[in-house]
């Protein structure tokens, strides 16, 4: 199966519609949107201690911090592009420098992994970043962050993910047929408004199931 390549970027102007691709996407005032997978105890507080210490780097930039880069798992990154990251990084303990032992080495291993399946989806390995950022450096931080944001603004904007998503039909979800919304059944199509003897009124008059008259408190008697 061949790799998907990205296609053509689409954008809206004024008079209509401009096709830009490939390094031409880099029009004016597109800001790239970056999602970082950051360990707690180093690069946590490395990009802290860039923000403390007021270095300029840019604020596109988005972190979700996790224990430790170990706990990264490949779908944590795809489901990065899918909501609309232009890239991603992933950063964390040096070697020999985790916290819990050998998470950054697991991490390390998956990344070269998903190197090779990103190509096989399609995507540019160059907008995923990894990096060893230790607490005390900030200053490895900030440099990190301004030259992927610079790299991911020269690629353009990331629409691969949502073009191929977007190509599914009905036909090849298996539970298209299946009404799988949270939504409570209204009043009038509960479950047991059609059983028989629900309409009959109040006091136990009226027919019963079987079709005989209902019992009265004579005929009990």
Not at 40 to 57: E, F, I, K
Request: aromatic fraction near 8%.
């Amino acid at each position: 199966m061949s790799a998907v390549s990205e296609p053509e970027r689409t954008m809206r102007a004024e008079g209509g519609e401009a096709t830009v691709a490939g390094d031409a996407a880099t029009m004016a005032g597109f800001e790239p949107r970056i999602t970082a997978f950051v360990c707690n105890w180093c690069t946590y507080t490395g990009a802290d201690l860039a923000g403390t210490s007021r270095l300029h780097m840019a604020s596109n930039v988005r972190i979700i911090r996790l224990p430790c880069t170990g706990r990264i798992d490949h779908v944590f990154l795809v489901k990065a592009f899918e909501r609309g990251a232009d890239g991603v990084i992933v950063s964390g303990c040096h070697p020999a420098d985790c916290h819990y032992t050998a998470g950054n080495y697991h991490a390390r291993r998956r990344f070269g992994v998903f190197r090779e399946l990103l190509s096989f989806m399609g995507v540019d390995p160059e907008r995923l970043t990894f990096s060893w950022v230790s607490a005390s450096e900030g200053a490895k931080w900030a440099d990190v962050v301004n030259e992927t944001v610079a790299r991911v603004r020269r690629l353009g904007p990331f629409d691969a993910y949502h073009g191929l998503a977007g190509a599914a039909t009905p036909a090849d979800d298996p539970f298209a047929a299946y009404d799988l919304s949270d939504e409570e059944p209204s009043g009038e199509d509960q479950p047991g408004d059609d059983r028989p003897g629900d309409d009959r009124p109040e006091g136990g008059s009226g027919p019963s199931p079987d079709g005989d008259p209902a019992p009265t408190p004579e005929s009990a008697s």
